[in-house]
């Protein structure tokens, strides 16, 4: 085993893809981007290709469209 690689025991490195991903490093979780929870790999749901991050749920990953500004606005008629 190459000493860079992953044990397979802490945090995942992965390639976010379009309905799929890509472990790269091994490892038993990721790391939500607005929560800073921890995700099983088993449990991941919900990621950003764009800004390859991972979220918990649903209303996490709303939250980090909203503030990426990728959600259209609701302008005043």
């Known amino acids: 085993m190459n000493i860079l690689e992953g044990n397979g025991r802490g945090e995942a490195k992965i390639r976010y ?3 799929d991903f890509e472990v790269i490093v091994p490892g038993t979780h990721v790391t939500c981007a607005v ?3 921890r995700i099983p790999l088993d449990e991941l749901r919900y990621w950003s290709v764009a800004r390859q991050e991972a979220y918990i749920d649903a209303p996490a990953a709303f939250e980090a469209e909203k503030k990426a500004g990728a959600l259209p606005t609701d302008k005043a008629r």
């Open 35 to 37: 929560t800073g929870k």
């Open 17 to 19: 893809l379009d309905a």
